[in-house]
Nanobody
């Protein structure tokens, strides 16, 4: 079992930055691929970024490339999402997820554990 707790969400103006953190408890965090998903009202949950546990390979959705950076610190059992140049369309609940897949998957069903989510609101 892995428990995930997100933090770092909040209200920010367009063009601003936020850093989300996801603290994991449980065994073998270093052997889980980690993902950051987001869900806006009325929309499906989508993967913004993911990072593999095997080689640190990453995935970024096209709409966050160049603005968001995912990283992990296995010593601290924590994964981060640095979000820069935020836009109003980035407003969503952001969820951290852990999966046993080998690669930086962007598929919802390949993740086994989920956090409770943290709200990010970007004002124009």
């Amino acid at each position: 079992q892995v428990q995930l707790v997100e933090s770092g969400g909040g209200l920010v103006q367009a063009g601003g930055s936020l850093r989300l953190s996801c603290a994991a408890s449980g065994r073998t965090f270093s052997q889980y691929t980690m993902g950051w998903f987001r869900q806006a009202p009325g929309k499906e949950r989508e993967c913004a970024a993911a990072i593999s546990w095997i080689n640190g390979g990453t995935y970024y959705a096209d709409y966050v490339k160049g603005r968001f950076t995912i990283s992990r610190d296995n010593a601290k059992n924590t994964v981060y999402l640095q979000m820069n140049s935020l836009k109003p369309e980035d407003t969503a609940v952001y969820y951290c997820a852990a999966g046993s897949t080998y690669y930086s998957s962007n598929y919802y069903h390949e993740y086994d554990y989920w956090g409770q989510g943290t709200q990010v609101t970007v004002s124009s």
